[in-house]
């Protein structure tokens, strides 16, 4: 099956610096692939996605970069904030109706 | 305002004790799953519902059950719990490519 893998575990940074958090995956039958961000206690919350016929999506601070080729994506966090501090998680679908599947997660801590 | 609502927020049960993790949601969304989540591992798949009294093992299926008779009710069981059951457990629903998710609820066995 589906085997989605996320890199760094965590990244401590000051306020105002840039983040890239990467994630491959191993099926090549995957098309979606939504990112999560979860707030201490909280559930997770979309935040950005891409389908596999894209390689860039933009949305404020918020980049997101994929290869087909390469099976990998990668995000990209701008102008960090306090607020951003969180787990990301990427996630992959396919074409197995509904099934996500997720990496292990980024521990982000932005440091004041 | 979309929900998806998870009881209980947490509960403490003894080794070999039944479990019962409820699940509602108030949007009739068709698909609904059940996760665990545990540190350094991510969100893993425990069972997927695809209507009711449609369900289908996801990769962790082994020692849970699921029950789903009514389209906005999804239930997650464990008979007889186990120590490595303890985790946090997250119910989710979805309408084409949205996913929601729960609180989550904490369970620990001990």
């Known amino acids: 099956g589906e085997q989605v893998e996320q890199l760094p575990s965590s990244l401590i940074v000051q306020e105002g610096a840039s983040v890239l958090i990467n994630c491959s995956y191993t099926?090549?039958?995957?098309?979606?692939f939504p990112w999560y961000k979860q707030e201490p206690g909280k559930r997770l919350q979309f935040i950005i996605d891409?389908?596999?016929?894209?390689e860039r999506k933009q949305t404020q601070r918020l980049t997101l970069l994929f290869d087909k080729k390469t099976k990998h994506l990668s995000l990209h966090i701008t102008a960090t904030q306090p607020g951003d501090s969180a787990i990301y998680f990427c996630?992959?679908?396919?074409?197995?109706?509904?099934?996500?599947?997720f990496g292990a997660g980024t521990q982000l801590i932005v440091i004041p | 305002d979309m929900k998806v609502t998870q009881m209980p927020r947490y509960l403490i049960k003894r080794m070999g004790e039944n479990v019962l993790l409820e699940c509602g949601q108030d949007?009739?969304?068709?698909?609904m799953y059940w996760y665990r989540q545990d540190p350094g591992l991510g969100l893993q798949l425990i069972y997927i519902?695809?209507?009711?009294?449609?369900?289908s093992e996801g990769d962790i299926p082994k020692g849970y059950r699921v029950s789903r008779k009514k389209r906005e009710h999804f239930s997650l069981i464990l008979d007889s719990a186990k120590t490595n059951q303890t985790s946090v457990y997250f119910c989710?629903?979805?309408?084409?490519?949205?996913?929601?998710f729960g609180k989550g609820t904490r369970l620990t066995v001990v």
């Open positions: 996630s992959a679908r396919g074409s197995a109706l509904g099934r996500l599947h």
């Open positions: 099926d090549s039958a995957s098309v979606y």
């Open positions: 891409i389908r596999s016929n894209m």
């Open positions: 949007m009739s969304h068709e698909t």
């Open positions: 519902s695809y209507d009711v009294d449609s369900n």
């Open positions: 989710a629903s979805s309408l084409g490519r949205e996913v929601f």
